[in-house]
């Protein structure tokens, strides 16, 4: 089972974001404070847990955690600043909403650039190596699949209660059908070039 903190006497934040690779909706980080001695047999990185799991830890960490917050960075934002930027604004965001101010931050990945005065580490697949960013892919991953499926309802074209706003082919054949919306990321190649085909004369 993976370990709340690194230092148990430190309040550490685990950080993780979701959503950098789609097309359409957020892109949502969650910040989270566990207890030190916070231990379950099914946390592990949201993509190697499944939605019925995923859902169950949700509630178990939402009330046990010391602290916890989810931050959504909106489609017109992603592409005024880019993803990159945004993803990083979105942790930053996520943890100034924490009630308890952390002493020190894991960050799932290899760089973190933010306003924030706290001292941070970055964890390489720290998701799969640290109970508290494990937290976080749970937190951001579940809020954020639940916002794709609330708005699938308002457009219903793109398959979103399935894939939740990444490049899938239904996805993109809903784009080539009815064009982009709102909740798509104008800044990205929404679809693939196409061939252009030489016959000669």
Excluded at 14 to 40: M, Q
Excluded at 143 to 159: G, L, N, S, T, V
Aim: proline content about 5%.
């Amino acid at each position: 089972m993976l370990d709340a903190r690194l230092q148990s006497s430190r309040v550490e934040a685990g950080c993780d974001e979701v959503g950098r690779g789609c097309l359409a909706g957020p892109v949502t980080a969650a910040a989270v404070i566990l207890p030190r001695d916070f231990k379950h047999p099914n946390l592990n990185d949201s993509k190697a847990v499944s939605k019925t799991k995923r859902d169950q830890l949700r509630k178990i960490i939402e009330k046990e955690a010391i602290a916890w917050a989810v931050q959504f960075i909106s489609p017109s934002k992603i592409d005024k600043i880019n993803i990159l930027r945004a993803s990083f604004l979105a942790m930053e965001q996520a943890v100034e909403q924490l009630k308890t101010q952390p002493e020190y931050l894991l960050i799932d990945g290899n760089r973190f650039i933010s306003n924030l005065t706290i001292p941070f580490e970055c964890i390489v697949q720290g998701d799969s190596k640290n109970g508290s960013i494990a937290a976080a892919s749970i937190l951001a991953k579940t809020h954020r699949d639940d916002y794709m499926r609330k708005i699938h309802a308002e457009f219903p074209y793109y398959a979103w209660d399935s894939n939740v706003g990444y490049p899938t082919k239904a996805h993109r054949d809903g784009i080539r059908k009815h064009g982009a919306t709102k909740y798509h990321r104008q800044s990205f190649q929404l679809l693939p070039p196409q061939l252009e085909l030489d016959f000669g004369n």
